[in-house]
């Protein structure tokens, strides 16, 4: 990692491609543009919002984040992506009905300029889709190349000094790691031969990393958590993120389970349940795209929880979450979680969680900082998985051997140290600096 002095000013555009223009996406871009010109503000964006504090108590600095790391500014972003329909932003946010019409249309003119490229899709990997802007090309590296064009192209078009891929498209099936995806030398032939076990995600990644562009995985599907993907982007010194953007029900997991866990409260069971009615919702409703979500949905309380040092508290926790498509509630996905919890002598409580949630709302901010300290990331020279962004996904990546922290409290001092320590300021760790340097 770069010192201060060496990291390089966000100059010029930043432009951010997403494959996948739906829901989040259009959320995300309209929110900037909505917050440029004023018409609304980007609540949720640590990026746009956060304050961090810096040396002793006594020394009152509280900086902004955005004023104290070199952040690209929201007026410097262009927004581009690829989907399987033709749908321009304004009317891809449009269907999606996650923000008020009133307001798409005062912003219409710069969301209706964003137009989808092409999508590389295979309905192998998302079944309950069939779109048709899609490309058509021998193998898989044919289509890697056609990617590596577009993001060229849209770079020279958008006058763009840097770009940055965040995957927000539809949840891919579950796939198993398997020699393909061991080597770069392996996945490239892989490429060439279309094995199967290369999916549109990794062919986005593979693009963007060979177009010296750092790629953010915001779904839970298998992508750039692939030893060749990371073998690829640290040769090519460059930083790589995910999975699964940390939102909703998941989101108040690692809210409530450290506060239950840090008074040694032992839980019996912990049931989760969803009903969402937007195009995600109804992908999920595929057993093979569910699998994946699953998967990434259920690892968080393990971690979190820790059954393994506290077995009489957490062993025997029975946890279990559905997702069900409900067309009637569009975006606004609606969670309970019933907790069921034991304390004292092992007396029995329970707690009911019921969120109204708005999925895209809680996802938008998420995009804007992850895009934000992606680019940050790569101008400070860090490169392979960037584990200090784990505060944002469900499936932090982390380097190999290592198990992924959940806790969002943890996982904001990890984050807040990793920018203290880019600007050369005292780390923070609560204890030497307050109590045995005094105030
Ligand atoms: N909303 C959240 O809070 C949240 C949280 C975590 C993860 N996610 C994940 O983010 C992704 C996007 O969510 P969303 O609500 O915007 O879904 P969405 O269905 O509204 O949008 C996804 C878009 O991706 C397109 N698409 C599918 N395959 C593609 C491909 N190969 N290339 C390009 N485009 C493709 C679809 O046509 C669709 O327009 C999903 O995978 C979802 O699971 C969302």
């Not at 990371?230 to 108040?252: C, H, R, S, W, Y």
């Not at 840090?262 to 069971?269: A, C, E, S």
């Not at 690892?299 to 040092?309: F, W």
């Amino acid at each position: 990692m770069s010192s201060q002095q060496n990291i390089k000013k966000p100059e010029g555009k930043l432009g951010i491609l997403t494959p996948g223009m739906g829901a989040v996406s259009t959320t995300f871009m309209a929110g900037v543009i909505a917050a440029n010109k004023g018409l609304g503000q980007p609540f949720g964006s640590i990026s746009q919002m956060g304050k961090i504090r810096l040396g002793k108590r006594t020394e009152n600095r509280e900086p902004k984040i955005k004023d104290f790391v070199p952040l690209a500014s929201l007026n410097d972003l262009v927004f581009g992506g690829w989907d399987i329909f033709t749908d321009n932003a304004y009317e891809s946010a449009l269907n999606a009905g996650v923000l008020d019409k009133d307001l798409l249309n005062k912003i219409k003119d710069d969301l209706s300029a964003i137009k989808p490229m092409p999508a590389v899709f295979d309905p192998n990997y998302v079944k309950r889709l069939h779109g048709t802007y899609t490309k058509k090309a021998k193998t898989k590296m044919d289509l890697a190349k056609a990617v590596m064009a577009d993001i060229k192209q849209f770079k020279i078009k958008n006058s763009c000094n840097r770009i940055i891929m965040i995957w927000a498209a539809s949840t891919e099936v579950y796939i198993e790691l398997s020699d393909v995806h061991q080597t770069i030398e392996n996945f490239e032939k892989g490429l060439i031969n279309n094995d199967p076990g290369i999916s549109p995600s990794m062919i986005y990644a593979y693009a963007a990393l060979k177009s010296d562009v750092p790629f953010i995985n915001g779904a839970p599907n298998l992508t750039n958590d692939i030893p060749a993907i990371i073998e690829l982007a640290n040769k090519l010194n460059l930083p790589v993120a995910g999975k699964d953007f940390k939102t909703g029900q998941t989101l108040m997991k690692t809210i409530l389970g450290p506060g239950l866990k840090t008074r040694l409260l032992g839980i019996d069971g912990w049931f989760s349940t969803n009903i969402l009615g937007n195009r995600d919702g109804e992908v999920l409703d595929d057993a093979g795209s569910f699998k994946t979500k699953e998967v990434s949905k259920l690892s968080v309380l393990d971690s979190v929880l820790e059954p393994e040092k506290y077995p009489e508290l957490y062993k025997n926790m029975y946890h279990k979450v559905r997702i069900n498509y409900y067309p009637p509630k569009g975006d606004d996905k609606e969670s309970w979680d019933n907790i069921d919890i034991f304390g004292w002598l092992g007396y029995k409580m329970q707690i009911k969680v019921n969120f109204l949630c708005k999925d895209s709302i809680l996802a938008a901010p998420v995009v804007l900082d992850l895009a934000l300290f992606m680019d940050l990331a790569q101008r400070a020279g860090m490169k392979g998985i960037q584990e200090w962004l784990s505060f944002y996904f469900k499936s932090p990546q982390t380097k190999e051997g290592l198990q992924p922290i959940h806790d969002i409290f943890l996982q904001k001092i990890k984050f807040e140290n990793t920018l203290r320590y880019m600007m050369g300021e005292t780390l923070i760790n609560h204890l030497g600096l307050d109590y045995y340097e005094g105030e």
